[in-house]
């Protein structure tokens, strides 16, 4: 369902500039750029499964409020980070962007996509895909993230430590 906009509104395309603007910044480890996308009272959570509805009610695979994803950030940035030595190098594809809510009066946005990441460390590679959902707000005629969700395809599954964000 396509959701209707006000003139005010930000259009699919400034949305999906942002989001390709965070996949850009993770994928060149920018990880403190990557931090001011978010709000003060952000959250960044990878549930354990894809019905998992609540961060508090059983073990996710990652759940960071602000000061847990600026813990993450300083240690993805320390140099002797023993998980990312050798450091990541990553490529994501973002698409099948949607617009599935407005509130214009917080102008708050409601985005659902898909992507695919692959992840090279070492001589391994991984591939990651799965389905993210940001709560994108507006303030001063900046985007900002309020809180995202990722949902891998294979949450359930065993996953080797995560230590790079999607």
Known sequence: MLVKQSAGSLGV??????LFYEAKLLDEREFGKWLTLFTKTAWYWVPISRSQ?????TVSIIYDDRKLLETRVRRLQNPN???QNP????????GNI????IDEK?????????????EFRGDDQRLFAGHSFHCLTRKKEK???E???VDLVNAEGMNEGITIPF
């Open 87 to 94: 450091p990541s190098r990553t490529s994501r594809i973002i």
């Open 143 to 145: 985007l900002y993230i």
């Open 98 to 101: 949607l617009m599935e809510k």
């Open 81 to 83: 980070i023993h998980a």
């Open 53 to 57: 509805e609540n961060p508090r009610d």
């Open 13 to 18: 395309r400034a949305i999906e500039e942002f």
């Open 147 to 149: 809180s995202k969700r």
């Open 106 to 118: 917080t102008e708050t946005y409601f985005v659902s996509s898909k992507f695919q990441m692959v």
